[in-house]
């Protein structure tokens, strides 16, 4: 089973809200990533997790607050976002960190009010 | 961390011809992959491919990976073709990156 699944695929939210984005794959991978797409740009990476733990942040702003419950999970916690902010997140995983196939959720499309 | 060039940005095609897109980086990388991203976002792995060439009925792709590029070429294209082509390595820093994407179009 090759397959990472990310709910909610839509989300709309305003600014005071707080969501989650979860994210869930059983394949072993080791690493979990999120990535923010913007229309045909490349995914830019979020964050990256390596064994559960939190191994690169890219400078993210703290409105965006990642956490990996299990190997397997994966969640995005979001609060006090901005209208910019709106954008497809993407999770992915691989064998490890920055090695391996990588593979990607269909992803969830956020809006923000 | 490594530079992924793609070209070209964009690319209309008629459909049942032939394209090759192509995927430059800066440096070695030990594997490369490419993937379709629908129009829905959803990135659909294509091929993972170090080195050496792979087919997957319509669609093969070459990395030769000590001139540093890889091709992919899709054949007798399909209105479902279309999207973005992204090519991605890892590099230095854990990371995989993406070239900027190839937007597909075919027209019926």
């Known amino acids: 089973d090759t397959e990472v699944t990310q709910t909610p695929k839509h989300l709309v939210m305003g600014m005071t809200n707080k969501k989650s984005l979860k994210c869930e794959q059983h394949?072993?991978?080791?690493?979990m990533y999120w990535y923010k797409q913007k229309a045909k740009k490349p995914p830019e990476l979020m964050f990256v997790?390596?064994?559960?733990?939190?191994?690169i942040n890219e400078s993210v702003p703290s409105r965006f607050s990642p956490e990996c419950p299990n190997s397997s999970l994966l969640n995005l916690h979001l609060h006090a976002l901005q209208p910019e902010d709106s954008a497809l997140y993407l999770c992915?995983?691989?064998?490890?960190?920055?090695?391996?196939?990588?593979?990607f959720g269909e992803g969830s499309r956020l809006t923000v009010l | 961390g490594i530079q992924v060039e793609q070209s070209p940005p964009d690319l209309i095609l008629q459909e049942g011809a032939n394209s090759t897109l192509r995927c430059n980086f800066s440096?070695?990388?030990?594997?490369l992959q490419w993937f379709h991203q629908n129009p829905w976002g959803q990135l659909i792995n294509l091929f993972y491919?170090?080195?050496g060439t792979k087919q997957n009925g319509r669609l093969s792709a070459t990395t030769v990976a000590t001139e540093r590029y890889s091709l992919l070429y899709i054949s007798s294209s399909q209105t479902t073709d279309s999207g973005v082509y992204f090519c991605?390595?890892?590099?230095?820093?854990?990371?995989?990156?993406f070239g900027t994407g190839t937007s597909l179009t075919v027209i019926p």
């Open positions: 992915a995983s691989s064998q490890v960190e920055g090695a391996g196939e990588l593979f």
């Open positions: 394949m072993g991978h080791r690493a």
């Open positions: 997790y390596s064994y559960e733990k939190l191994s």
């Open positions: 440096d070695s990388v030990n594997n």
């Open positions: 491919i170090p080195s």
């Open positions: 991605a390595a890892p590099s230095t820093g854990n990371q995989f990156y």
